[in-house]
């Protein structure tokens, strides 16, 4: 792999980070690490909406990193439970939308 020298200033607690967690002459490599992982690797984060965690996991640019190796095992598992939550969500509604027909109906 070939080197080439940059110039650029951490913040402070980057800076912390690195020197405190870094072997002597590993620094400029654990950066370079940290940049190609943010840029390439798969992340994913909580989805939301109006009334908060929707108990999906989407696609994001920051989260958590899923290994190359099980990134499309984890896709389909993923796919498929968020169709899931997607029923009983849609099944949920309809019972909360029925429940009052039902009392109506006794004498």
């Known amino acids: 792999m070939s080197k080439i020298l940059h110039s650029f200033t951490l913040y402070e607690k980057a800076s912390e980070l690195i020197r405190t967690r870094s072997k002597n002459g590993e620094m400029s490599d654990n950066v370079s690490k940290a940049i190609i992982w943010f840029y390439t690797e798969p ?10 965690f929707t108990g999906k996991l989407i696609q994001s640019s920051h989260g958590v990193v899923i290994a190359p190796f099980e990134r499309k095992k984890m896709l389909e598992v993923i ?9 009983l969500k849609a099944e949920s509604k309809a019972l909360k939308n029925n429940r009052f027909k ?4 006794l004498p």
Do not use: T
């Open 79 to 87: 796919g498929q439970l968020n169709n899931q939550i997607d029923e």
């Open 43 to 52: 992340k994913w984060a909580k989805e939301y909406d109006e009334e908060g």
């Open 102 to 105: 039902f009392w109506k109906k």
